[in-house]
């Protein structure tokens, strides 16, 4: 019996790299995907940009919306650096190889920015709450400090979670042909890959998914119906005017 163990863990190899099976085999299509994606990479690259810069330089736009979508815009460029230019490699040269350290890597980083952008959107709409609905307090409470606070807890918080979630996943063994059907390292592919049971990742990340997913979106959902209401109280035309221009706030 010990003889068998060990004959099969011998025959046992664990793989070293995922291959990523890309849009297209096709070489035409591949360029012609190669053009499209480079020139969305590049508009995004420019447009996201543009906005940082505007914000920094324009003292009217010193506020806090603006400042967060200055950190919304960086992760934005920093989320797309890290998808489109391997997936550009792979549509200019057919090689979808990537070894197992780079696909952590990637979805680490894919990860940590997907969250951090979801959570910048809800406390761009906390924000919004704030200025529409309590403008009395709204220079108090959204001071440069809670600024700083909020958006440094969004970073914070997305690339410790997407850290959880990396981790377990590459805690599995990977022993067969590793074949992603895709261009990026998702977790849902890569836990397809493994030799043992997933089910408690599956569940961890479940977890942290409907965090991820359903926080920003409540707190979003709750502002806007807060806003919303409010808005439909104030009967005159002055009031409403006021209500949707808070470029001042």
């Known amino acids: 019996m010990k003889k068998k163990l060990r004959m099969g863990a011998n025959n046992f190899t664990s793989t070293t790299e995922f291959i990523m099976l890309g849009l297209s085999r096709d070489p035409n299509t591949r360029i012609l995907l190669f053009v499209l994606f480079l020139l969305m990479y590049i508009f995004i690259l420019v447009g996201n940009l543009g906005v940082i810069m505007l914000v920094r330089l324009d003292s009217n736009l010193h506020t806090p919306m603006y400042f967060f979508l200055s950190h919304l815009s960086s992760a934005e460029i920093c989320f797309v650096t890290t998808n489109i ?41 906390y924000d919004r709450y704030l200025a529409i609905c309590r403008p009395l307090v709204y220079v108090t409470i959204m001071g440069k400090w809670r600024q700083f606070q909020l958006a440094s807890a969004c970073w914070v918080a997305g690339f410790s979670i997407a850290a959880i979630c990396a981790s377990i996943t590459f805690q599995h063994t990977f022993c067969r042909p590793c074949c ?70």
């Open 180 to 249: 992603i059907n895709h261009f990026v390292c998702e977790i849902p592919m890569v836990l397809k890959m493994a030799c043992d049971d997933v089910r408690t990742t599956e569940l961890i990340i479940v977890i942290f998914a409907g965090i991820v997913v359903l926080g920003p979106f409540l707190l979003i959902f709750i502002s806007y119906g807060l806003i919303l209401f409010s808005v439909l109280q104030m009967r005159s035309a002055s009031g409403l005017r006021k209500a949707f221009s808070t470029k001042k706030l």
């Open 85 to 125: 230019p391997q997936m550009l490699y792979q549509l200019l040269t057919g090689n979808g190889r990537l070894p197992v350290i780079r696909c952590e890597l990637q979805m680490y980083t894919t990860l940590s920015l997907g969250c951090i952008e979801a959570f910048l959107l809800g406390v761009m709409a």
